[in-house]
């Protein structure tokens, strides 16, 4: 089984990738490396370089968790695609990254659930200011209206209330028999 826990900054993405990992018998937490994006602000100039070499490393992110799961692991990654759609491609007018993420798409790992905590705007802003963290609170309300959209454009997403809320979930899609 492949889970997903998305949302913006703030949300408690690790804190619940955490909680699930101690509940679910066999889990490993993963995480894609994202130093891309620093660079691809840093070096507009060459943005859509570097997003094609990211989205090949998703590729082989994607093999190892295929590898993963068939050796009998429940893969929980902390961020995944629907990161990718709401922090890039949502808020971006380039045209070439969405070509490119199209490109690569079909060879990306389909989560068997993605989970995205429904936290208030205003907490995620509390909690990355405590961490001593900028935040450009335009740029993230435009990510934050996204993920409240992203069932519509994603498949399997649950939107969840608690880490028990989550828990719930994580037990109803583990109790489902495998789509043959």
């Not at 590729?59 to 995944?80: C, M, N, Q």
Request: a positive charge.
């Amino acid at each position: 089984m492949f889970i997903v826990v998305e949302g913006i900054d703030g949300s408690g993405k690790s804190t619940l990738a955490k909680f699930l990992a101690e509940k679910i018998p066999n889990s490993v937490i993963m995480k894609e490396d994202t130093r891309w994006l620093e660079a691809m602000h840093q070096f507009p100039e060459i943005a859509d370089m570097l997003f094609e070499d990211f989205c090949i490393e998703r590729v082989e992110y994607s093999k190892r968790i295929d590898k993963l799961i068939s050796s009998g692991y429940v893969v929980i990654s902390d961020r995944y695609f629907p990161s990718t759609i709401c922090y890039q491609l949502e808020t971006c007018d380039n045209k070439k990254l969405i070509e490119i993420y199209n490109k690569y798409f079909p060879q990306w790992r389909k989560p068997d659930l993605i989970l995205i905590p429904s936290v208030p705007f205003v907490v995620c802003l509390k909690r990355i200011k405590a961490r001593g963290e900028e935040v450009d609170e335009k740029f993230l309300r435009k990510v934050k209206k996204c993920y409240n959209m992203i069932e519509g454009i994603v498949d399997n997403v649950e939107y969840v209330k608690s880490k028990n809320h989550a828990w719930s979930i994580v037990k109803e899609v583990i109790k489902r028999p495998p789509d043959v």
